[in-house]
């Protein structure tokens, strides 16, 4: 094998005296920038993919940050926190006009109650971000909200069709972006493309766009072993994403489950079809047949010419794909009958990129707490620098306690098959 060497309230504010007008400046001026964008219109899929079994939900990320210093971390007063969003795509739409984000500084809340205004395009195609202001003192530590209304759909695909679409030389450029290496996706090192020789023989025989798809993704599979999980947790609250990447993954032959997705990627990327990763919240298990408590969680996607984009479920794949032909219908790809149980929030496992991370894999971010931090930082950790300037190496030593984020997904109704 290659690979082994809830509802709403008004909430009134209540700034601080120095905070007052730096933070509204601040929200009017992040208001005023979101404003002047236009978000996407809705994607549809086309033929041979199709939506079905539209549901709703309200979906809650409440993320603390238990920074004890008055000044927040180097250059935190004057970064904003980052939340990633995904306003449509094939298979979901935000209701623009439902969007709530809150920040609290100790005893002290500000709110916008229309906050998709806060939003503005990010650096990867089709998704966006809540640019959250940050106070330039802080009293006890952070705790923002972001609450959307988000209609998440079924996905089906017809196979016969879809196998019979051939290979495009040109894509357009939002598409073209996922082909390209990313964070964690090492999709131009020599053993993706080593890869998929062995996945696809010698000769790389020659197969649809769809079928090299299904070929690579089972390959990756097989051969990394997951430990099945997507989020690292601490106590009964998530920190953040288990992920090390496709490259680890494909040379130890193990990883988490977003690992295996990102390995699939990275294959995907290398054998010429853009695909990207999908971090999203669910409520429902693998299957999707029970319920379970909010959770992170990652799936894949590849583009089909002409088509849309098709999503895969690793761990719903694993132990049921193995001697499938490929001609027919795989459970955990294409057709989705659960997949309007998963609400995807971002494209990338940082929002702005990994190098944003505050102390563990996202998807929010604002500042590293400390120059060169691991990721995630020990929970265990006592103790962490803190630098007294951003030019000088001089710091002190300060008490620390990890981010901790929390979910919410609450299903509200469902507005029939939409088309």
């Known amino acids: 094998m290659l690979w082994h060497s809830t509802h709403k309230r008004s909430i009134h504010y209540r700034p601080l005296v120095w905070g007052r007008y730096v933070f509204f400046i ?44 008055l000044t927040p971390p180097t250059r935190g007063a004057s970064t904003p926190i980052a939340y990633p969003a995904i306003p449509y795509s094939n298979w979901n739409q935000i209701d623009l006009e439902d969007v709530f984000v809150r920040m609290i500084n100790g005893t002290h809340i500000q709110s ?5 205004n806060m939003a503005k395009p990010s ?14 003192e802080i009293n006890g530590g952070l705790v923002f909200t972001v609450r959307q209304t988000i209609l998440a759909f079924s996905s089906k695909l017809d196979e016969q069709a879809a196998l019979n679409i051939d290979w495009q030389r040109t894509w357009r450029d939002d598409i073209a972006t996922f082909l390209e290496p ?46 099945g999980q997507y989020a690292s947790s601490f106590s009964s609250t998530a920190r953040g994403l288990k992920v090390n990447g496709a490259l680890s993954a494909a040379t130890t032959g193990k990883g988490s489950e977003c690992d295996v997705v990102c390995a699939c990627i990275a294959m995907l990327r290398a054998a010429g079809i853009p695909a990207r990763p999908v971090i999203g919240i669910t409520i429902a298990d693998t299957v999707g047949t029970s319920e379970v408590p909010p ?31 490929l001609f027919e219908q795989w459970q955990g790809l294409g057709t989705l009958q659960w997949l309007n149980r998963r609400v995807p929030i971002a494209y990338e496992f940082v929002v702005d990129g990994v190098k944003h991370a505050y102390d563990a894999i996202g998807p929010w971010s604002w500042v590293p707490i400390y120059r060169n931090r691991p990721l995630p930082v020990p929970a265990s950790l006592k103790a962490v620098p803190y630098y007294e300037s951003p030019t000088k190496d001089v710091y002190v030593m300060i008490e620390y306690q990890p981010s901790q984020q929390t979910y919410e997904m609450t299903f509200v109704g469902s507005p029939g098959k939409t088309q």
């Open 123 to 136: 650096s990867v195609p089709n998704q966006w971000k809540f640019n959250i202001p940050t106070p330039r």
């Open 112 to 116: 916008n109650q229309h906050g998709w």
């Open 295 to 325: 959770q992170l969680m990652a799936w894949g996607e590849y583009a089909l010419p002409n088509a849309g984009w098709v999503p895969f479920n690793t761990k719903r794949m694993r132990g049921t794909v193995s001697n499938l032909p």
């Open 26 to 69: 601040g929200v009017l001026l992040l208001c005023s920038a979101g404003a002047t964008q236009q978000s996407a219109s809705d994607i549809p899929p086309a033929f041979p993919l199709e939506r079905d079994q539209g549901r709703i939900y309200t979906v809650t990320n409440t993320v603390s940050i238990p920074w004890n210093q």
């Open 182 to 227: 990313s964070d964690f996706i090492e999709s131009d090192h020599d053993r993706f493309k080593n890869g998929l020789q062995d996945a696809l023989g010698p000769g790389k025989i020659k197969l649809s766009p769809h079928a090299t798809a299904k070929t690579v993704i089972r390959y990756c599979i097989q051969n990394i072993e997951s430990d």
